[in-house]
């Protein structure tokens, strides 16, 4: 099995490493609060936040939007287990898949079929849309199930990324919280595990290939809520950690999208508590973020919760957004990638 590992020396030596930068941008006593104000977020949203629909239904938690080729949105409603289809064009709301799994993050692969992370399944999936035929990926690995697998991502070669989480971390058991990675021809391999992270949430890759991100929200005491980046080898393993942002004492980020120049839009933030150790310094909505972990830009979203975003519309310029039980967007100064070299 190949996986990486940090030792706890190694770990140490990394976090050292980074120290001063996250001092920069984020400091785990201080939050991220005090970098709002100076912010020049006219520079990437180019119009107001508008809202594209509601999404009326018994449960409502939407997640997961992501751009089909012909330009209709994906995303889904995970608590109803339902993923949805919004037409730009038509203005209309429709339901693609009922019974989803309780899907959660969606991707569309270089073929144009659709993945998607079933969380109650614990499974992730790819559908041709085409024939409608369903093909499990992975749903166990080393002979376990898995947990609940969370958001993907995929990079130039084919190979998907995805988060899985459970609140077991006994390895005998089950698997425990972890990245994973399904390479072309089938083979998975675990790429970052419990305990060298806590809770994986939101991942993506650099525009260039040469970077995985990683989104860690662990409302508990002292547990990660920042923004993780991993030199991606050329084998699809990672090295070098750094933390590049900290949202710590507030709610971290759950899902993120990258634009075409590198720069991070990660959905993070509460309007109101939640019975958790997470506090409101992390103002609700996106967070543009360089690469090198600086906060350049901020937009409000309205309402609990805000769950992810991604880029769609003809010229890539579009960035749709899940928040609550709305699908919101608003046009921004740069597009998304076409396509990860």
């Known amino acids: 099995m ?17 120290g001063f930068a996250l001092f920069a941008t984020a400091v785990r006593a201080v939050g991220i609060a005090e970098f709002y104000a100076s912010l020049k977020s006219d520079d990437f949203f180019a119009g107001p936040l508008k809202e594209e629909t509601k999404v009326v239904d018994q449960k409502v938690f939407t ?17 109803a287990a339902k993923i949805l289809i919004w037409n730009p064009m038509s203005r209309k709301l429709s339901t693609f898949r009922e019974n ?9 692969d270089h073929s144009g079929r659709l993945l998607a992370c079933e969380g109650k399944s614990g499974r992730v999936t790819r559908t041709d849309l085409k ?94 809520r920042c923004l993780f980046a991993y030199d991606l080898k050329d084998d699809g393993m990672v090295a070098n950690t750094r933390r590049l942002i900290d949202f710590s004492p ?14 991070l839009y990660v959905a993070a933030g509460l309007h109101k508590t939640r019975g958790t150790s997470e506090t409101l310094d992390t103002k609700p909505g996106i967070h543009v973020i360089s690469p090198q972990g600086k906060l350049l830009a901020y937009l409000a979203t309205p309402t609990d919760t805000l769950t992810n975003c991604a880029f769609g519309g003809e010229d890539l310029q579009t960035l749709f957004i899940t928040c609550g039980d709305l699908l919101l967007s608003v046009r921004t100064k740069h597009p998304g990638p076409k396509s990860k070299p």
């Open 100 to 108: 989803s799994g309780e899907a959660n993050g969606l991707l569309f």
């Open 63 to 79: 997640e997961g939007p992501a751009a089909a080729p012909d330009g209709r949105l994906f995303f889904t409603n995970a608590t």
């Open 2 to 18: 190949n996986s990486f590992r940090l030792t706890r020396r190694e770990l140490l030596a990394a976090n050292i490493a980074a």
């Open 250 to 263: 507030g709610r971290g980020g759950d899902g993120l999208c990258v634009d075409a120049e590198g720069n």
């Open 131 to 224: 024939t409608g035929e369903i093909t499990v990926l992975v749903d166990q690995f080393n002979g376990h199930p898995l947990g609940a697998p969370n958001d993907l991502t995929i990079d130039s070669k084919g190979r998907v990324y995805f988060t899985s989480r459970l609140p077991n971390t006994d390895e005998k058991k089950r698997n425990v919280n972890s990245v994973y990675r399904i390479d072309p021809d089938g083979k998975v391999s675990r790429v970052l595990y419990e305990p060298d992270i806590h809770m994986p949430n939101g991942v993506e890759v650099s525009p260039d290939g040469r970077t995985l991100y990683l989104i860690e929200s662990d409302g508990r005491e002292n547990r990660n």
